[in-house]
């Protein structure tokens, strides 16, 4: 039986922070909660049955105005490096400066950029198995899309997230999803304890 093939699709930002929720206390550093995507993306891969080729893990997030915040964007460019090193595919967009600095800066379009790839992908036949990696549930329509595309080509199959104590996941209305599920040993086997800032 050939082995199916499987894209993940990470929203860095809501990952990061669903670890931080699921794993650590308010007061802990800056780097609980970042992970290695590529690591991630294969223990993803590997709760499913059967044999599986992790054909692509792209990674979506929003990245600052050095102008702005030079600092925080210097970290997340030597993020993005140590990313790109492993052979992950990052996606960004700058960061929206609505009220800063007296509010954060904000992602803006990233998610309808995964969106679309997720789509794309699946309608182009690039992958069997689709994982969706946020619990953003703004991502409800993409899930129902590749539904529709399974119920009317016979593929791909899409799976999403729950994380270790948390709520928050994408649902949709009267179908039943396939979760991948995110404890302590799958955090514990993916952390990254980089402090990029420095």
Same mark, same amino acid.
Request: proline residues 6%; hydrophobic residues 45%.
């Given at each position: 039986m050939p082995k199916r093939r499987v894209a993940v699709f990470i929203d860095y930002q809501n990952c990061?922070?669903?670890?931080?929720?699921?794993?650590?206390?308010?007061?802990? &550093?800056?780097t609980g909660g970042q992970?290695?995507?590529?690591?991630?993306a294969n223990l993803l891969a590997s709760k499913g049955s059967g044999a599986v080729d992790l054909?692509?893990?792209?990674?979506?997030c929003g990245i600052a105005? &050095?102008?702005?915040?030079?600092?925080?964007?210097?970290?997340?460019?030597?993020?993005?490096?140590a990313w790109q090193k492993a052979g992950v595919n990052v996606v960004t967009r700058p960061l929206r400066y609505g009220n800063w600095p007296r509010e954060p800066?904000?992602?803006?379009?990233?998610?309808?950029?995964?969106?679309?790839?997720?789509?794309?992908?699946?309608?182009?036949?690039?992958y069997d198995v689709g994982i969706i990696g946020s619990c953003?549930?703004?991502?409800? &329509?993409?899930?129902?899309a590749l539904l529709e595309l399974k119920a009317t080509r016979g593929t791909p199959d899409v799976e999403v997230l729950a994380w270790k104590d948390r709520?928050?996941?994408?649902?949709?209305?009267?179908?039943?999803l396939v979760y991948r599920w995110v404890g302590d040993l799958?955090?514990?086997a993916m952390r990254d304890f980089t402090d990029y800032n420095l």
């Open positions: 990061y922070h669903a670890a931080r929720e699921a794993f650590h206390a308010a007061g802990d &550093p800056m992970f290695w995507p590529k690591t991630f054909t692509y893990v792209g990674v979506y105005d &050095p102008r702005r915040e030079p600092k925080t964007a210097a970290a997340r460019q030597k993020q993005i490096a800066a904000e992602e803006k379009g990233i998610d309808v950029k995964l969106a679309i790839d997720v789509v794309m992908g699946a309608v182009q036949g690039f953003d549930t703004d991502l409800g &329509p993409v899930v129902e709520q928050n996941k994408i649902g949709v209305a009267g179908a039943a799958d955090y514990a």
